[in-house]
């Protein structure tokens, strides 16, 4: 069990039932591609996939887990889409990855730290995803970095009642 | 060695996953994206679309029972809105009818080959992307509907994109506020074309206008039927400003017709024809018949010899003053000749000729209360009192034809006229 730098106790590792490792990401995609039909600048502001993938990170505390529950998050994500599969992925894996490791190491329990942790994690899925975009596939975005920390605060915001919802499904290990 | 393995396991994983994915990526770019990952999209398609499905099921039989049944207030209101925009269209259709049976011919004239839409599926949106990267939407007909990539779909309002990718019972519709996508558009007025294109931000531009040429805020944008996709003439939508862009062309922002956040239902064009354009023959129709279906009837009187001139062809005499009505859109279009022979059937009572007879004054008057005209209807007659008398011995009576779509009486020939100044037009 991982001991935290910020309060020097062990830290918990949780696990997950199969039914929610499944039904959970699935349900923000549902959402995240049903919303926005009736909510236009849902899809502008809100990534509930990217949310889901830094919680199951943090709370599994493990890099490798973290990584691929943020390929296969990602990946699912962009076959929604139409365009090139596998720039959701990348950025969601890198996230997934340092979202896990950097839980190894904090305790993210309050909520004052996740909103943090999450605005800090939507600009890096943002700056990873636009460095794809324009360096692989040669896609013109416009990067606006206000744009950028108003819709990270806002994923911030959600994320912080998304989690708190989903600690209801967390198992010790 | 192993002990570095162990040691960097994690970022060796990481490393790998990335790279894989990079590796696909590279595939996708140089061989096209659409084409081979076209069998995984459907899959993902196929996975999260029955659960919206479901949603818009849930939705909507919640939102029909709730109208249907509890919120019935403002119906009544809304009912009489409606009639009175009825009225209100019945009387555009029947200058329409006109436009368009006057463009047909031309049509015909020309050898035209027009496009029109044969066949179409409706929809109903259940979902989109969920990315404001990627502005597509889902609907719940697919191949089993007959839907197809690259048709068109639209709502009453106008376009709405095309078909991306169709699953079995779903279909992937590009929009065209898609910075992939691309439109062939042209400007109502000033009839300027150009590709209409989506923005990263979501907002609709039309390229490819020289920045020389006029375009004013307001201007309407229909498809210019240019791409093969959309047929021609579809309302786009209207042009919200234009501003200097780069490389000599102008920046025309467009908002779209059709509201694109907000869509439920959609119609795909799935079958769409050509063919020549083809007037309906009623043999060879003569301008004069025309006319004297449109002009009001004089019903048939017993011949009185000791009045021989209180009929009302009597009243077209040899030098007489022609009768000048208000001038009309239609008549313009109209011959002479025929006209005067129209006339001549049926010569008006106007304030060019001399006090008519009371029968006559009496007859003219009573058709014109009874009968609403048609708004197109003739404007300016001459009177041609030998062409009369030969007419009027020769053809039968005139029979008042109602018109299928009765619109509001608009003055017509056989209207007195007192104000117009008489003129004397009449052959020397």
Known sequence: ?173 | MESVLGRYRNLIILVGVLFLQVLGLAIQVKTGAERETRLIRIWAAGVVTPFERGLVWVQTSSGNLWHNYFYLRGVRAENRQLKEQIEQMRVEQVRLTEDAAQARRLQTLLAFKEQFVSKTVAAQVIGTSGSDLSRIIYVDKGENAGIKPDMAVITADGVVGKVLLAGPNEARVLLISDQTSGVGAILEKSRLQGVLRGTPNGEIVLERVMADEQVQPGETVLTSGGDQIFPKGMRVGTVTNVSNGKDLFLNIQIKPAANLGRLEEVLVLTEKQERQVITEDHGRVRAADILAQRLPSVPDKPADPAAPGSSPDATAKPGTPNTVAKPNNSAANIPAGAAKNAAAKNPPNGAGTAPPPAAAKTSAQTTVAQKPKPVNSVAATETKPQTAQAQTSTEPAIVEQKPAIEPKPAPTAAQPEPQVPPQDNSPQ
């Open chain 1, 1 to 173: 069990m991982p001991i935290t730098y910020t309060s020097g106790e062990q830290v918990e590792v949780y696990r997950f039932s199969l039914p929610v490792t499944i039904g959970v990401p699935l349900v923000a995609l549902i959402i995240q591609a049903y919303v926005p039909k009736y909510v236009p600048g849902f899809a502008v502001y809100v990534d509930l996939p990217l949310l889901v993938t830094i919680f199951f990170a943090m709370a599994r505390r493990s890099p490798i887990a973290g990584l691929f529950t943020g390929a296969i998050i990602g990946l699912a994500q962009d076959m929604l889409g139409h365009g090139m599969i596998g720039l959701y992925g990348i950025a969601k894996t890198v996230v997934g990855y340092a979202a896990s490791s950097l839980g190894v190491k904090l305790d993210l329990e309050n909520p004052g730290a996740r909103l943090l942790v999450t605005l800090g994690f939507y600009l890096v899925h943002w700056v990873v995803y636009f460095t794809v975009a324009r360096a692989l596939v040669n896609m013109r975005q416009p990067w606006s970095w206000a744009h950028g920390i108003l819709a990270g605060v806002v994923n911030g915001l959600i994320g912080v009642l998304v989690y708190f919802f989903l600690d209801r499904f967390k198992q010790r290990t």
